[in-house]
């Protein structure tokens, strides 16, 4: 069964620090993978894409990485400001279907001041 | 500003009630979705408009019907809903047809509150 997992489930750190997302999935077969963030009240964002040839991918403080084998994703942010606060949504696309994206339930990140 | 617009941004409707949400998207892509997001549950694809024909109709109960007049234009048709449908109604939009699937483009969506 296609699926995508995350977590932690919610998280809160101080500004200022740095913390990890992690996503795991089991689609196949895989096309590419996306984190969003999604602010309250607001739509979901594009952050990333990763494909199946890349590891690492930076979008200023945020770094997602990729491992293909392992099925495993993580989100990587850096010196976090009180505006990351959000959730962050992990989906995988699979090749079969041009419209089969698989949605994670999200890590919920609150940052402190 | 999004370049996926919903409104309304928020509908309370009783049980008996017909309502329509409607999406606009700005952006020239071919494919429109509707997505259902509930508390710590993943987003729930209901349906999928390719060049305005319906391609994907995910199981979803006859009391949603979607409308899709043009490729810029989505509205989900509402009546005799229940409590449980109470949600975020997320419009999307993407560009299909290339090499990899598109990102989604989302709307800031519809919080739907049935009573």
């Known amino acids: 069964k296609n699926q995508v997992e995350q977590s932690p489930q919610s998280l809160i750190i101080l500004e200022g620090k740095n913390c990890t997302l992690q996503?795991?999935?089991?689609?196949?077969?895989?096309?590419?993978l996306r984190w969003y963030k999604q602010d309250t009240g607001r739509g979901p964002v594009s952050l990333t894409i990763?494909?199946?040839?890349?590891n690492t991918k930076s979008n200023g403080r945020y770094t997602a990485t990729l491992d293909a084998d392992t099925k495993q994703s993580s989100l990587h942010i850096t010196a976090s400001q009180l505006s990351d606060s959000a959730s962050y949504i992990c989906?995988?696309?699979?090749?079969?279907?041009?419209?089969?994206?698989?949605f994670g339930t999200g890590t919920r990140l609150k940052v402190l001041a | 500003e999004t370049g996926v617009t919903q409104t309304p941004r928020h509908l309370v409707m009783g049980m008996t009630n017909k309502k329509s949400l409607k999406c606009e998207q700005h952006?020239?892509?071919?494919?429109m979705y509707w997505y259902k997001q509930s508390a710590k549950k993943p987003l729930e694809l209901m349906f999928v408009y390719s060049l305005e024909e319906r391609v994907e109709n995910n199981s979803v109960p006859s009391r949603f019907s979607p409308e899709c007049p043009n490729s810029s234009h989505l509205f989900l048709h509402l009546h005799t809903l229940q409590p449980e449908d109470s949600a975020l109604y997320l419009c999307?939009?993407?560009?299909?047809?290339?090499?990899?699937?598109?990102?989604?483009?989302f709307g800031n969506g519809t919080r739907l509150t049935v009573t």
């Open positions: 996503c795991n999935y089991t689609v196949s077969p895989f096309s590419n």
């Open positions: 999307a939009s993407s560009e299909q047809g290339s090499s990899y699937n598109s990102p989604l483009h």
């Open positions: 989906v995988v696309s699979a090749t079969s279907g041009t419209y089969k994206y698989i």
């Open positions: 990763m494909t199946f040839s890349e």
């Open positions: 952006l020239g892509h071919n494919a």
